[in-house]
C-alpha cells in the first residue's frame, strides 16, 4: 500500500515537471496585471469611489417622499362650532342658531401624506462636493496605478532572483559533477597508496557540501516561485521555469536631469498629492457653502381616510421652504478653519513628496551604477576563477598538482560564479527599482 502512494507521489512530480513550461519576463508581468488581487482590489476601490460620486448626483433632483399611517382612535376627535360661529347675525338670527358638535367615530382610520421638493440654494454645494467626489475617484486611479507599478516591480524582483537561484543550481550542479570525479581519481589514488585516506575523506566531505547547497538553493527557488505564483494571481503550487537573465548587462548611462523631470510628471505619488489639494479646496468651498440658507419648492398632498365626513378629504400645496440655522455657536467656522488647515497640510506634502521623489531617483541611479560596476568586476573574477580551475583539475588528473589546489580552485569558481550571479541578479533588480522611480507603469 505505502508502495503505491509512493509511486502515485513520483508519478505526479514527474507529471508536473513534464507540463512545467517557460515563463518569459513580459507574460508573468501580463499575467500579474490581469491576475493580481491587489490590483483587482484596487480597482474595484476605484469602481468604489464613481459609484459613490453617481449616489450623490442624486441629490440635483426633486426628492419624493410618501408617509403612511393607519390608526385607530383611542378618543373621538370632537369638534364643536358654536352659535353664530358661520354667520353671527342676519334676518333668520345667527348661523348656525345653535352650538354643533362632530365627533370622529371610534374606527380605523388613516393618513396619506405625499410631498415632492426640488432643492434649488443647496445646488451650489452638491456641485462643489461632486467635484471632491471626483476628484477621489481620480485619487483611488492614481493609487491603482501606484499598486500596479509596485506589483511590476515586485513580480521583476522575484523573476530576477528566480533566474538567479535557477544560474546557482546549475553551477552548484557542475560542482557536484566535479566532486564526484575528484572522488572518484582520490579514491583510485588511495587504491594505488599515492594519496592519503584523508583526502579521500576530504572529497567526500566537498561532495557532501555541494549537494547540501544544492539542496537550499533548489528550496530557495521553490519558495520564489510559490511567491511569483501567488502575485501572478495563480495556483501557487503551477510548474513554471524562468527565461535566463541577459548576461550582456549594458552600461546604465541616464540622463539624471531629464530621469528627475520624467519622475515629477510620471510618479503616481505626486499626482495623489496635487489631486489631494483640488480635493480639500473643493471641500473648504463646500463647507463655506453651508452659510446659504437652504431654499426649495415644495408640492404638498395630505389625505385623510374614514374620518367624519365634516372633515375635508385632503388638502393639496404648493410653494417654497426655507431652512436656515442662523446660529450655531462657531461650528461652521471652526469646521472651515479646520478645511484651511488640510488645504495647508497638502501643500506642504506636494512640496515634500516633489523633494522625496528626486532622491529617490538619484538614489536608485545610484544604486544602478554600483551594481553594474560590482558586476563587471564579478565577470571579471569568474573568468579567471573557471581557467584556474581547468587548469588545476587538468594538472591534478595527471598527479601535476595537490588535491587541495583543486578543492581551492573549485572553491574559487564557486565562489565567482555566485557572485556573478547574484550581482547579475542585483543589477537587473536596481534596474527594476529606478524604472519605479521614473514611475514607468510596466
Known sequence: MLKGVKGALVLLLLVRGAIAGELTLDEAVSLALKHNTDIANSALDVSKAKDRARAFRSFLFPKFSFYALGSEQLTPVDITIATGTLVPQSAIGPIPDHDVKYSTP???????????????????????????????????????????????????????????????????????????????????????????????????????????????????????????????????????TVTAIDGQANSPNVDLVAARKKALAQRPELQQAQLKILQSEAELRAKRAEYIPDISVEFNSITLLNFNSFLPGGTYSAGASLSWEPFDWGRKRNEIAEKKDTVAQDKNTEVSTKRKIILDVDDKYRQMQQSWSKLRAAKLSQEAAAENLRVGKNQYEVQASLLQVVFQAETNAAQANSDYA????????????????????Q
Open 106 to 240: 371610534i374606527q380605523p382610520t388613516g393618513f396619506l401624506v405625499s410631498r415632492a421638493a426640488q432643492p434649488l440654494s443647496s445646488l451650489y454645494r452638491v456641485h462643489l462636493t461632486l467635484k471632491a467626489l471626483d476628484i477621489s475617484a481620480q485619487l483611488a486611479q492614481q493609487k491603482a496605478r501606484g499598486k500596479r507599478q509596485d506589483v511590476v516591480r515586485n513580480v521583476k524582483q522575484l523573476y530576477y532572483n528566480i533566474a538567479q537561484a535557477q544560474s546557482s543550481l546549475e553551477v552548484a550542479r557542475e560542482s557536484i559533477q566535479l566532486y564526484k570525479e575528484v572522488e572518484r581519481l582520490t579514491e583510485k589514488y588511495v587504491l594505488e597508496q599515492t594519496a592519503l585516506k584523508s583526502q579521500l575523506l576530504q572529497a567526500q566531505a566537498s561532495l557532501a557540501n555541494a549537494e547540501q547547497s544544492e539542496l537550499v538553493i533548489s528550496n530557495q527557488q521553490a519558495t520564489q516561485k510559490e511567491q511569483l505564483n501567488d502575485l501572478l494571481g495563480r495556483d501557487v503550487l503551477t510548474e513554471f
Open 422 to 441: 547574484h550581482g547579475l541578479a542585483d543589477y537587473w533588480t536596481a534596474r527594476a527599482e529606478f524604472e519605479r522611480a521614473l514611475g514607468e507603469d
